[in-house]
């Protein structure tokens, strides 16, 4: 059962991360972006996930950066799921080489959470709790969650802060157990 948290409060990334593509970095000691002009992606790498995980983090976008999360992350590889303030799209690095598995358009602001999900071959994305979309893909089996930006230079403006990523059936279980421990059931 593994679930780890990430609030970026500090000034580097530190030994729990390693850059998958890219260098991600701390803003300012409170949240993470890229630092490169391209992918910019970082898994959590102090515990052990299963194949089945999330990465969820609270997003800043801008018009230009994209900045988000991923699943199933290692070095050159990575499913992500980014976005910009009026764009998003899942998508995987393969090997390094870039594939679109779905896109679209909405309207996106500062302290959105997103939130991608893997099961088997299933990806699911979230905004704030809504399904945005889901794809379907065979290529990474296993990884690391983490942080996901890209940038058509180097000036970033979209930062990701107060990132979680884990087990995703762990995650669902405890989350049953925090409700029911709230909301006990009364027989008479």
Request: glycine share 8%; hydrophobic share 45%; proline share 2%.
């Amino acid at each position: 059962m593994a679930i780890a948290t990430d609030n970026f409060n500090r000034a580097s990334l530190g030994a729990n991360w390693t850059n998958a593509f890219g260098t991600v970095v701390i803003n300012s000691n409170t949240r993470a972006t890229g630092s490169a002009a391209g992918e910019n992606d970082a898994f959590y790498n102090a515990l052990t996930f299963s194949a089945d995980q999330y990465a969820q983090a609270v997003i800043t976008p801008s018009a230009t950066d994209w900045a988000g999360v991923c699943v199933r992350a290692s070095v050159n590889n990575s499913y992500i799921f980014e976005g910009t303030t009026s764009q998003w799209e899942i998508a995987k690095y393969v090997a390094g080489a870039f594939t679109e598995l779905t896109a679209g358009s909405w309207t996106a602001s500062a302290g959105d959470v997103f939130r991608l999900e893997v099961a088997g071959t299933t990806l699911r994305a979230f905004r704030n709790g809504v399904l945005v979309s889901t794809a379907t893909d065979s290529s990474l089996s296993a990884g690391n969650p983490g942080v996901a930006f890209w940038s058509l230079d180097a000036s970033f403006n979209a930062f990701a802060d107060d990132w979680e990523g884990g087990d995703l059936y762990n995650e669902l279980i405890d989350r049953d157990m925090r409700f029911a421990r709230t909301n006990p059931v009364y027989r008479m």
